[in-house]
C-alpha cells in the first residue's frame, strides 16, 4: 500500500493522532482523579490527597449496602447469562443450519434491539411488565435484560456454527450418534470457545446495562450500576469519597469480567465475522 506523504496527509494522520491522544489522556485523567479521591482522606484545592485511607470503601460497603446490591447483580447476570445461551445457542444453530423464506428478516428482527436506543423499546416493554406484576421485582428485571442480551448471543453465535463442517455432523449420525449425544460429543468441544465469547459479553453487557434496568428495578433488584445512581442523585448529604469507591467497585468488577472475554475473542474477530455474515 502506497501512503500519501503530502503536507495535507501528514496533518490529517497528526490530527487525529492528537485527537486520540487527549481523549485518552482526559479518560485516564477522570479514571485516576475517582480513584484517588476513593482513598483520599481530604482533597481540596491541592494536586494530592492530603493523606490516604480505605475507610471510604468499608462505608460505601454499609452505607450502601453493597453486599446485598452485589449479590443481586450476579444473580440477575448469571440468570441472564443462562437463559440467554441456553435459548440463543439452539436458535442461531437453527437459523444457521437451516433456509427458509425470510430468514434476513428474522435474523433483522434479532439485531433490531441491538442497533436503536434501548429506552425506544425499553419504556413500552416495561410498562407491560408492571401491568403484569413484574415491575420492581428480581425476574423483571431478567427479562428486560434479555431482549437484547438473547439477540447479542445468537448474533455471535451463528458465524461460529457456520464454520464447522456440516459433514462432521452427518458421520456422527451416521456412526449412531444421538442428538444429545452429538452436541456433547461434537458440537461442545468446536464451540465453546464462541460460547465462552458470547456469554462473557453478555455477562459485561449486562452488568453495565443502565437504562433498561433503571425502568423496572424496585429497591430489593437494583444491580450495581442504578444503585451506584441512586447514591449519587439521592436526596441528603454523602461524602464524595465514599460514592467514588462505590464507582470504584463497579469499575473494578466490570473490567475483570471484560478483560476475561477479551482472553477468548476480539472485538475486531467479532466485526469481521458480522460483516462475513451480512455479504453471504
Partial sequence: MIRDQGLASKLWRFAVWALAGL???????VIAAVVMNS??????????????????????????????????????VFAVVLI???IGVITAY?????????????????LLPLLIPPLTYGIPLATVLYQIGLGGSFWGVVLINLVPSLPFVILVMIPFIEQIDPRIEAAARVFGAGTGSLFLRILLPLLLPGMLAALLLVLVRTIAMFELTFLIAGPTSQTLVVALYYAVFASGVRASQSIDAMAVVYMVTTLFWLVLALQFVSPTQIVARAKQQQAS
Avoid: C, H
Fill in 23 to 29: 481523549f485518552v489522556l482526559n479518560l485516564i485523567g
Fill in 84 to 86: 440467554s445461551g441456553m
Fill in 94 to 110: 437453527a437459523l444457521a443450519r437451516r433456509d427458509f423464506p425470510g430468514k434476513r428478516a428474522v435474523i433483522l428482527l434479532f
Fill in 39 to 76: 482513598f483520599a482522606r481530604r482533597w481540596l484545592g491541592t494536586w494530592l490527597p492530603a493523606g490516604w485511607t480505605t475507610r471510604w470503601y468499608f462505608d460505601a460497603w454499609s452505607e450502601f449496602q453493597l453486599s446485598s446490591v452485589v449479590l443481586v447483580t450476579f444473580q440477575v
